[in-house]
Nanobody, 117 residues
């Protein structure tokens, strides 16, 4: 069982930056693939970024070059640094964790990101 708690969302102007954090507890963090999805009103949930156990990353095309995902296994935390934010980045951002070899995702409660002037 894994519990995930996100933080760091908020309101930011276009071109600004935010850093999301996701703290995990309840299991061995280093054995889990971690990542972020987002969901805007009326849209399906979409993958934003993911990071493997070994630190390999992948990103949605829409955020490449602007967002950076990282993990700190000592702190059981995954981060999403978001730069050059655009209004279309507005969504609820959800952290997820998936144990290597499993198809099951654990989810956080979500954190709202709003990009607006």
């Amino acid at each position: 069982q894994v519990q995930l708690v996100e933080s760091g969302g908020g309101l930011v102007q276009p071109g600004g930056s935010l850093r999301l954090s996701c703290a995990a507890s309840g299991s061995i963090f280093s054995r889990y693939v971690m990542g972020w999805y987002r969901q805007a009103p009326g849209n399906q949930r979409e993958l934003v970024a993911a990071i493997t156990v070994s630190g390999n990353t992948n990103y949605a095309d829409s955020v490449k070059g602007r967002f950076t995902i990282s993990r700190d296994n000592a702190k059981n935390t995954v981060y999403l640094q978001m730069n050059s934010l655009k209004p279309e980045d507005t969504a609820v951002y959800y952290c997820y964790a998936r144990r290597v070899g499993s198809d099951y995702n654990y989810w956080g409660q979500g954190t709202q990101v709003t990009v607006s002037s």
